[in-house]
């Protein structure tokens, strides 16, 4: 079955750094599109930067451009999203999600929580 397990989240100060992992495994990783989420306390979930199966197409949430980089290697089935120049308004729990061309649904992690303090 499809899993993905995020780690790499913790409280840092605002200007910090975190890099996220994802660990990819039931599926075809390298076929497949790999995105982050985060979903701020009430709040929706947002999509935050995805990656084509080969890595040359990203695409980044404008609130993270030139801070954030997601990255993945295809030899370890995972995805990675470095997170620079935190600001408190980073503070969320990001997801790991994917979907698989022959799934009906986008499967999700159990998401890592981040927490920028001021």
């Known amino acids: 079955q499809v899993q993905l397990v995020e780690s790499g989240g913790g409280s840092v100060q605002a200007g910090g750094s975190l890099r996220l992992s994802c660990v990819a495994s039931?599926?075809?990783?390298?076929?497949?599109?790999m995105d982050w989420y985060r979903q701020a306390p009430g709040k929706g979930r947002d999509l935050v930067a995805t990656?084509?199966?080969?890595?040359?197409?990203?695409d980044y949430a404008d609130s993270v451009k030139g801070r954030f980089t997601i990255a993945r290697d295809n030899n370890k089935n995972t995805v990675y999203l470095q997170m620079n120049s935190l600001k408190p308004e980073d503070t969320a729990v990001y997801y790991c999600?994917?979907?698989?061309?022959?799934?009906?649904?986008?499967?999700w992690g159990q998401g890592t929580q981040v927490t920028v303090s001021s």
């Open positions: 990656i084509s199966s080969n890595g040359r197409e990203i």
């Open positions: 039931g599926f075809t990783f390298s076929s497949s599109i």
């Open positions: 999600a994917t979907y698989p061309t022959w799934a009906w649904r986008r499967y």
